[in-house]
């Protein structure tokens, strides 16, 4: 289910976010080995990790949680929030 643009923002700026984090708000923008961290719409972090896997058209990925939790499945009816750990600079992917 996707958020309303104003919840969103809203929620974003109550959310105590780091700074080298940013919102990835369509998940086609995701990319394979990218740094996640995953927050529900209450604002808890529910986990993070890295990105496995991913649908072209943005309707699912997997991402292979931090800790040893293993791998696991979202999708966009899960209720979470991605954010990306951001890159520095313009670093080639390796």
């Not at 940013?22 to 972090?45: F, Q, S, Y």
């Not at 309707?59 to 931090?66: C, G, H, K, P, T």
């Not at 040893?68 to 999708?75: E, N, S, T």
């Amino acid at each position: 289910m996707a958020i309303p643009n104003h919840q969103t923002a809203s929620l974003l700026s109550s959310l105590p976010r780091h700074a080298q984090l940013e919102p990835v708000l369509n998940w086609t923008k995701l990319a394979r080995k990218d740094d996640l961290e995953l927050v529900h719409r209450n604002g808890k972090t529910l986990t993070s990790g890295r990105v496995d896997m991913l649908a072209l058209d943005g309707s699912v990925f997997w991402l292979i949680q931090d800790n040893g939790k293993g791998r696991a499945l979202f999708l966009p009816d899960d209720d979470v929030m991605v954010f990306r750990h951001k890159r520095a600079g313009n670093r080639p992917k390796s």
